[in-house]
C-alpha cells in the first residue's frame, strides 16, 4: 500500500507521546498515513508552519485552536481540533526560598489541596505573584487564572501571568524573574532536579480533567481530506488505546527518551508516565492521582463544553463578545469528525457533544452509543459547575 | 528622524549575526535598528524601545514572549502582530522558510515592511545556508575518522597497509550495496564490543 505523507509537528513533552506511538508502533501506518514527526522549538513556530502549510497536522495546546478562531494572537486563523492528545500533565512549581516560606505559613491539610497550598502560597508572596508559563494561550494559563483568581488574587494587580519558554523556565525561577511556573513534564522535573524549584501541586488538583494537548489540523484542511482526518483520528486513537495499558509504560518512556524526540533520561520522563513525581531535589517520589491521562474516560473525546469553557474565559478576559466567542470556539473541536472516524471501526462513544464540567467526583457510566462508556472525574477545586447550556447564551 | 524610517528591534543572541542583520538592515534604508541580545525580560525591553517592526528567528523559543506582547490590551501599548500579507502570502510563506518571523504594529503599510522583510529573509537564507553548510561538512569529518579508524583496525589485524585497509573496506562496501562509512562504522562497533 502507498502511504500517504503527513508532516506532523510536535514540542518535545511527555504529553506528544501519542503522536510518537503512532508513528513507532505502526499505528498510523495501519490507516495508510506515513506520519513525519518534526520536533519545532515554540508554539507560535508550530502554528505558522501549519498556518502555511509546512506542517499538515500538529501537537496544540488545547486553547490555543479556541482562541485563534475568535480573532487573538499574532497570527489568527481556523484551526480545528481533531481529537484530544492528553488530560492534565501540568505541574506547578515554586522557587525555594518561595517553598519555605510557604512551608513556615504551612500548608492547611484539611481542605482540598489546591485551596491549601494556593492560600499558604498567597501568604508566603511579597508583592505580586509573577508566575511563569509556557504560551499566553494555553490551560497552563487558564488553569492559574481560575485557582488564584477564585482564592482572592485580582489579575494583573497581585498576578502577573508572563510567558517563559519551558526550556528557560529553571534559569528563569534561579534568576528571580519569575516566583512560580506552571508547566507541562518534563521541565517542572528538570528545575526540581537542578534545585531551581520545588513542585508544590499538579494541574490536575485544579481542574481534573483538563484537557491539555489536541491534534490540530487547518479548518479548510480538514474539509478537503476529510477521509485523511478521519484516518488521522483513528491512529491517534489507537495509539491512546496502547497508551493506555499499564505494561507499556517503560517503553514509552524509552521511546520517547530517543534523541529525535526528548532526548532525555527515560528515568525522568518515567516520572510523569507513572504518575510519581519527585516533587523536591533528592526527595522521594510522590504518587499524584489522576496526573496525565491519554485515553481512560473519554480522554480522546474534544467535548464542546471544554471549548466553550474556555472561549468564555477568554471571552471575559479580552471583553469580546461572549456569544460570538462561544459559536465559533466550539465548532474548532470536531466532535463530528471524531464520531464519524470511530463509529466506523465499532469504537464506543459518547452520545453527547457537551457535558456540564465539573459535576463528577467519581468515575460514572454515561450514556453511549454502545453503553460501555464512563466518564472520570473532573471537578473544579472549588466545587463549581460548569454548564454550557445555562452560561452559553444567558445575556 | 524622517518619517519613513522604521523603529526595528532584531532579537539575536549571536552577535555577529546580529551585525550582519544590522548591515542588511541599513542597506534596505536609513532605520534605526536596535539589537535584542539577552531575552531575559524581553516583553519588558520591547516595551521600552517600542519598535514599529520586531525581527526574530522562527526558532528562537522566545517567539512565545512575543505572543504576549501581540496580547497588549492597554490604549499605551502597541499591539503587535505577526507581518501576514494576504494579498501576498508567497512573501510570509518565504519568510518562514527562510526562518524569520516579523511582528508589526497594528497600521503599519505593507510598502513601508516589505523592503525590511526582504532584506531580512535575503540575509537569513544565507544563514540557512551557512548552516546546512556547516553541518555537511561536520558530518563529513565525523565519516572521515570512523574510517581512519576502520582502516586502523584493519592495518592492526591483518597487517595491511593503509591503500589496502582502505581497498578492503571499499570493497566489502560495493559487494554488500553499502556506504563505505556504513561498513567503517559496523566495523569499528564490532571492535568497540569485542573490546
Not at chain 1, 505541574?91 to 517553598?99: E, F, K, T, Y
Request: aromatic share 6%; glycine share 6%; hydrophobic share 45%.
Amino acid at each position: 500500500m502507498n502511504l500517504h505523507r503527513i508532516d506532523c509537528g510536535f514540542v518535545p513533552l511527555v504529553d506528544c507521546a501519542p503522536l510518537v506511538v503512532a508513528r513507532e508502533l505502526g499505528f498510523a501506518a495501519e490507516e495508510g498515513i506515513d506520519l513525519h514527526l518534526h520536533p519545532q522549538p515554540s508554539w507560535s513556530a508550530i502554528r505558522d508552519k501549519l498556518l502555511f502549510g509546512e506542517l499538515q497536522a500538529a501537537h496544540m495546546l488545547s486553547v490555543l485552536p479556541v482562541v485563534m478562531s475568535m480573532g487573538l494572537g499574532a497570527a489568527t486563523d481556523r484551526i480545528d481540533a481533531l481529537t484530544v492528545l492528553s488530560v492534565n500533565g501540568d505541574v506547578i512549581g515554586v522557587a525555594p526560598d518561595l517553598a519555605d516560606r510557604m512551608h513556615q505559613v504551612g500548608v492547611d491539610r484539611n481542605t482540598d489541596p489546591a485551596t491549601g497550598v494556593g492560600r499558604a502560597l498567597i501568604a508566603a508572596a511579597s508583592g505580586p505573584l509573577r508566575v511563569g508559563v509556557p504560551f499566553p494561550f494555553s490551560m497552563h494559563a487558564e488553569l492559574l487564572y481560575y485557582w488564584l483568581s477564585s482564592l482572592g488574587l485580582e489579575a494583573p494587580r497581585d498576578l502577573n501571568v508572563r510567558t517563559v519558554p519551558p526550556s528557560n523556565m529553571a534559569e528563569a525561577i534561579a534568576a528571580g524573574e519569575v516566583d512560580a511556573f506552571c508547566v507541562g513534564e518534563p521541565w517542572g522535573s528538570v528545575a526540581v532536579d537542578k534545585g531551581a524549584a520545588e513542585i508544590v501541586l499538579p494541574g490536575s488538583a485544579i481542574w481534573q480533567f483538563a484537557p491539555e494537548k489536541v491534534l490540530a489540523v487547518r479548518h479548510d484542511w480538514a474539509e478537503a481530506e476529510r477521509p485523511m482526518a478521519l484516518r488521522l483520528i483513528r491512529a491517534m486513537w489507537r495509539a491512546a488505546r496502547w497508551l493506555g495499558e499499564a505494561e507499556n509504560r517503560l517503553t514509552v518512556s524509552d521511546l520517547l527518551a530517543q534523541p529525535e524526540y526528548l532526548g532525555r533520561p527515560s528515568e525522568l520522563i518515567d516520572r510523569a508516565l507513572s504518575g510519581r513525581l519527585v516533587l523536591a531535589k533528592n526527595g522521594r517520589p510522590t504518587r499524584l492521582r489522576n496526573f496525565v491521562e491519554f485515553y481512560d474516560c473519554a480522554a480522546t473525546f474534544p467535548w464542546r463544553s471544554q471549548a466553550h469553557w474556555i472561549a468564555s474565559r477568554w471571552a471575559a478576559r479580552t471583553g469580546a463578545d461572549r456569544e460570538e466567542a462561544v459559536a465559533v470556539g466550539r465548532a474548532a473541536f470536531r466532535t463530528d469528525l471524531y464520531r464519524a472516524a470511530l463509529q466506523d471501526i465499532g469504537v464506543d462513544v459518547p452520545g453527547a457533544s457537551e457535558k456540564v464540567e465539573g459535576a463528577l467526583s467519581v468515575r460514572t457510566e454515561v450514556a453511549s452509543a454502545k453503553g460501555e462508556m464512563f466518564l472520570g472525574p473532573d471537578r473544579f477545586f472549588d466545587g463549581k459547575v460548569f454548564d454550557p447550556a445555562e452560561t452559553g447564551t444567558r445575556h | 528622524m524622517n518619517e519613513a524610517n522604521l523603529r526595528i528591534a532584531v532579537v539575536e543572541a549571536d552577535r555577529d549575526r546580529a551585525l550582519m542583520i544590522v548591515d542588511s538592515l541599513r542597506d534596505a534604508g536609513a532605520h534605526d535598528v536596535t539589537v535584542i541580545g539577552d531575552a531575559t525580560g524581553l516583553a519588558r525591553r520591547l516595551e521600552d524601545i517600542s519598535p514599529d517592526v520586531v525581527l526574530i528567528e522562527i526558532s528562537n523559543p522566545n517567539r512565545d514572549v512575543l505572543e504576549e506582547v501581540a496580547l497588549a490590551s492597554a490604549p499605551t501599548e502597541r499591539p503587535v502582530a505577526m507581518f501576514v500579507d494576504k494579498s501576498d502570502s508567497q512573501m510570509t510563506r518565504a519568510a518562514i522558510e527562510a526562518g524569520v518571523s516579523a511582528y508589526v504594529v497594528d497600521g503599519l503599510r505593507k510598502e513601508r515592511i516589505k523592503p525590511v522583510l526582504d532584506a531580512a529573509i535575503v540575509r537569513f537564507q544565507l544563514f540557512a545556508r551557512m548552516r546546512v553548510e556547516l553541518e555537511t561538512t561536520k558530518a563529513a569529518l565525523a565519516e572521515r575518522k570512523v574510517i581512519d579508524r576502520a582502516k586502523g583496525l584493519l592495518m592492526k589485524a591483518r597487517g595491511l597497509s593503509e591503500e589496502e585497509a582502505y581497498a578492503l573496506l571499499r570493497k566489502t562496501a560495493m559487494d554488500q550495496s553499502r556506504k563505505v562509512s556504513d561498513v567503517a562504522h559496523a566495523l569499528v562497533t564490532a571492535a568497540d564490543l569485542l573490546g
